[in-house]
């Protein structure tokens, strides 16, 4: 089967990565990856991103090929409530990291330093951030930590489990099926 341009987006997401270590601003195009599953659900009323265009789950699909142990994922990982906890607990971090966005662009210090599973803070001393206001490098490197903490949860459900267990649970998934859902019902009231 001839491949198609978008089997190949597994390589933005390594770019995405190679990119925001070289340079922490680069973390703003994660955005990208962001706001396109929504607008295409929004759009489109599917899922056709998670399915087809995520480059997150592609990456986890050819490495798990490799390092997975190809169990099924525990069946709680596919509930209501887990996806929808899960969702919430994700938009309370991502809403800690605006705010402390918001605090450096109202005077407070910038913190050189990207959080991994909400937690650990890794030292990123080596960024050069100087060329910007102190608020939009505060952003990339906590959207930055947003991504890294996804990315280390999709890699260990990944080896514990199937390759796209990340999938079930991804915050951006949850997100794009409850937008379809809400399609899907107010097409059925019309």
Avoid: H
Avoid at 75 to 80: E, T, V
Wanted: one cysteine or more.
């Amino acid at each position: 089967m001839k491949r198609k341009w978008y089997d190949y987006l597994w390589i933005a997401e390594l770019l995405y990565w190679v990119l925001g270590v070289c340079n922490i601003l680069f973390a703003w195009l994660g955005m990208v990856f962001f706001c396109i599953p929504l607008l295409m659900a929004i759009v489109g009323g599917n899922k056709t991103y998670c399915n087809r265009f995520c480059g997150r789950g592609q990456l986890l699909g050819l490495l798990g090929s490799k390092f997975s142990r190809n169990a099924p994922p525990p069946r709680f990982l596919r509930s209501r409530w887990f996806r929808g906890g899960f969702l919430a607990f994700f938009m309370v971090m991502f809403g800690l990291m605006l705010r402390s966005t918001y605090m450096v662009f109202s005077g407070a210090p910038l913190r050189q330093s990207v959080t991994l599973l909400w937690t650990f803070k890794l030292p990123w001393q080596w960024a050069e951030v100087g060329m910007v206001a102190p608020w939009v490098a505060q952003f990339a490197f906590g959207f930055f930590g947003v991504m890294m903490t996804s990315t280390v949860l999709g890699l260990l459900t990944m080896v514990l489990f199937r390759p796209r267990s990340w999938c079930v649970y991804c915050p951006m998934g949850t997100m794009t099926q409850g937008i379809c859902k809400l399609k899907q019902g107010k097409e059925d009231i019309q």
